[in-house]
Each structure stands twice: as C-alpha cells, then as structure tokens.
C-alpha cells in the first residue's frame, strides 16, 4: 500500500482519533474508506450530470426523437 503525507485541520485529526467509535481498525482504513464513499458520491454526481445533460439535448431534439421512434418498431412492448 501507498502512503502519503498530507495536512489536516486540527478538528478533523480529533474525528480520525475516534477510528474505534466508528468500527475502524486504525486511522487509516477510516480515511480510505471516507476517500472511497467521496469517490463514489464524485461518480454518481457525473452520473447524474451526464445523464441530466443527455436528456436535454433529446428534449431539444426533434430528429433524434424521431430515430428513437424508428428504432423501437418493431420491439415488443
């Protein structure tokens, strides 16, 4: 495993102290496991904006309504 030097305000080295009252074995798995829920929680939020945006264009798009159209004859329901 990697190890890395970083600062951390004095408020958030008394929240890593408390590792046991979350479960945590140590310091560190606690900040991997936050650093991988922030990592998920950035994903889902492109996500969202991806899909946000995609279905704004095919709102806009009266020619690409129509290809969705034309592409599902046939499918059953």
């Not at 889902?44 to 709102?59: G, P, T």
Request: net charge negative; glycine share 2%; no cysteine.
């Amino acid at each position: 495993m990697l190890q890395a030097k970083f600062s951390i305000k004095e408020t958030q080295a008394r929240f890593l102290s408390n590792y046991k009252a979350y479960g945590f074995k140590d310091k560190s798995s606690m900040l991997r496991t936050a650093i991988e829920h922030f990592k998920k929680e950035m994903e889902l939020e492109r996500l969202k904006q991806s899909a946000d945006l995609y279905s704004e264009i095919y709102s806009e798009d009266d020619d690409l309504k129509e290809l969705t159209e034309t592409a599902l004859t046939g499918w059953p329901e």
